[in-house]
DNA sequence: ACAGGCTTTTAACCTTAATTAACATTCCTT
DNA sequence: AAGGAATGTTAATTAAGGTTAAAAGCCTGT
């Protein structure tokens, strides 16, 4: 992965200053917010592969950033940096969605060591040369081709691009921005009818298959519904 | 996901016999193993969903069980359990290939927390989840489909939330404001008859079958009332 | 350079979901 | 029993998305 890039929340400005450097010498871009009202825009604008975020906050506390980040993306890892030490914190962390706790004051080895560990574990575009079953289906990214029984159909850039999205979040909601974002590269009105036709496409294509579905979420998203029973 | 596995490696038989039932409260399997030198070939034999591997075992420690474990497995989630909170402990157990790190003495409330939270990272995809039974209907709620008989119901998704909010509390009281903040995200007035007007079509889809009744608790919520007799 | 075949974008028109509104009903309060 | 707030019901409206086809863009080979 190419410089994986980090939103971090802090608002002491010494401590922020020094986290942020160490970070970027080790070839993470990070982009540092202040003000916990700021973050959740921020996250949105400039979707970071992970977030870290201070606890203690004015205006608005790190588990209640993070609750708010859930709401548009529940795949992104979440770290808190916390002054306290408690079960019961971090118990809230993880309620609040967050997948990992250090505790201030913490050495730069450690959080790296943290980051790096929950980068790998969510990698999800780790190995797209391998094929991807979808029920009856079976995907190869890399070649853009999408095999049923003894058909064969190749895919175009977006196709396969759109299929890969989906494959990689199924059976879960994907927002139209991201999957606009990941296909696309933007997320204007007409990228955003273009969408539509390419979702047209795909349910053409796996129509034979009724245990694969694409299903709309209005002012949403897409859920791309593989039911694997036999 | 149907009852995890878990690998657990602890040589003190009191705390891990507790742990071993707590987890298994839990609806977690669990395999115990006390001594180092048989957890690998435990680990082969068993293949686990997960990893908990105390640190201080007699003959061997955690950090090299994990290294022969990540030799044939790279992916399985391992968590060490430690006496020491050092941070060169830290380095060394994710050098060694782990995922987490709880100390001793630890709560089971955040041991759990942190196998779930492996867990979901590392389960590839959401995975389907069970059809809820509701009488003489069937309602999947990650296909968005109702069964009745021979009729298949296809659920836009504000209706699909709402018949989930109500099966998960099927014969208790949900508030109208716990509904709103879950199917609609907030309690606002103008969402407030928008729930009516989805009720009204939910009562609709269940009114051939006199067993299914969702009961107005005026001023406080809803009773989705489910008689399961035969 | 340009013809032919492809992919992608744009456009037009259609369908459906979600919201809002309007009016009816219930039920609690006094 | 009257009045009012909360909810039920149905219909109208609005916005999002589905579908299909035509237009535009892009390679590739000659």
């Given at each position: 992965?190419?410089?994986?890039?980090?939103?971090?929340?802090?608002d002491?400005?010494?401590?922020?200053?020094?986290?942020?450097?160490?970070?970027?010498?080790?070839?993470?871009?990070?982009?540092m917010?202040?003000?916990g009202?700021?973050?959740?825009?921020?996250?949105?604008?400039?979707?970071?592969?992970?977030?870290?975020?201070?606890?203690?906050?004015?205006?608005?506390?790190?588990?209640?950033?993070?609750?708010?980040?859930?709401?548009?993306?529940?795949?992104?890892?979440?770290?808190?940096?916390?002054?306290?030490?408690?079960?019961?914190?971090?118990?809230?962390?993880?309620?609040?969605?967050?997948?990992?706790?250090?505790?201030?004051?913490?050495?730069?080895?450690?959080?790296?060591?943290?980051?790096?560990?929950l980068?790998?574990?969510?990698?999800?575009?780790?190995?797209?040369?391998?094929?991807?079953?979808?029920?009856?289906?079976?995907?190869?990214?890399?070649?853009?081709?999408?095999?049923?029984?003894?058909?064969?159909?190749?895919?175009?850039?977006?196709?396969?691009?759109?299929?890969?999205?989906?494959s990689?979040?199924?059976?879960?909601?994907?927002?139209?921005?991201?999957?606009?974002?990941?296909?696309?590269?933007?997320?204007?009105?007409?990228?955003?009818?273009?969408l539509?036709v390419?979702?047209?496409?795909?349910?053409?294509?796996?129509?034979?298959?009724?245990?694969?579905?694409?299903i709309?979420?209005?002012?949403?998203?897409?859920?791309?519904?593989?039911?694997?029973?036999?």
């Amino acid at each position: 992965m190419s410089n994986p890039t980090i939103l971090y929340v802090e608002d002491e400005p010494f401590l922020g200053r020094i986290v942020k450097e160490s970070l970027e010498a080790r070839n993470f871009t990070v982009t540092m917010v202040s003000d916990g009202k700021d973050a959740v825009k921020k996250f949105t604008d400039s979707r970071p592969d992970l977030c870290v975020l201070d606890v203690m906050l004015p205006n608005k506390d790190g588990y209640s950033i993070a609750q708010a980040i859930r709401q548009s993306n529940d795949k992104v890892p979440i770290i808190f940096v916390t002054a306290k030490t408690l079960t019961e914190d971090v118990v809230k962390g993880f309620e609040a969605g967050g997948n990992d706790y250090i505790r201030k004051p913490f050495s730069m080895e450690e959080l790296i060591l943290r980051i790096n560990n929950l980068l790998r574990l969510t990698q999800r575009y780790g190995s797209p040369s391998e094929k991807i079953v979808l029920s009856e289906f079976e995907f190869h990214p890399d070649r853009y081709e999408l095999r049923h029984q003894e058909n064969v159909r190749k895919l175009s850039h977006r196709e396969a691009m759109l299929l890969l999205v989906l494959s990689q979040n199924r059976n879960t909601t994907v927002s139209r921005k991201e999957v606009l974002l990941t296909v696309w590269g933007d997320d204007t009105f007409f990228n955003s009818r273009n969408l539509d036709v390419y979702i047209s496409k795909l349910r053409d294509f796996f129509k034979p298959d009724p245990a694969i579905e694409i299903i709309t979420i209005k002012g949403v998203g897409y859920r791309f519904s593989v039911d694997e029973q036999a």
